[in-house]
């Protein structure tokens, strides 16, 4: 999921390394992406199920950024979200 990616109960992230013709230089930009709760209360659920949900939203997110930024390879990520950890 990009170069790396990271959940919890109430947040995700995920950064890429994105080479595009709409971002200036030479090397690849690196772009990292987040999801969080903001509430002064533990989320409610089954603390697997929530990291899986803010792993998907994140990764989606940065997916449709990288296909709008016309990354190469789309920054390293693939069509559906990998939620085994490596």
């Known amino acids: 999921m ?3 990616a990271l959940a919890a ?3 995700g992230v ?3 390394a994105c080479r595009s013709e709409k971002l200036p230089g030479s090397t690849p930009a690196r772009i990292r992406l987040g999801v969080e ?5 533990d989320p409610e ?8 949900a803010y792993a998907t939203v994140a990764h989606s997110f ?3 950024m990288a296909k709008e930024l016309g990354c190469e390879n789309d ?3 693939a069509a559906r979200p990998v939620l085994d950890p490596a």
């Open 2 to 4: 990009g170069e790396q």
């Open 9 to 11: 109960p109430d947040a």
């Open 14 to 16: 995920v950064r890429v």
């Open 37 to 41: 709760r903001w509430s002064p209360e």
């Open 45 to 52: 659920g089954d603390p697997e199920k929530l990291k899986d």
């Open 62 to 64: 940065a997916l449709a």
């Open 75 to 77: 920054g390293g990520l």
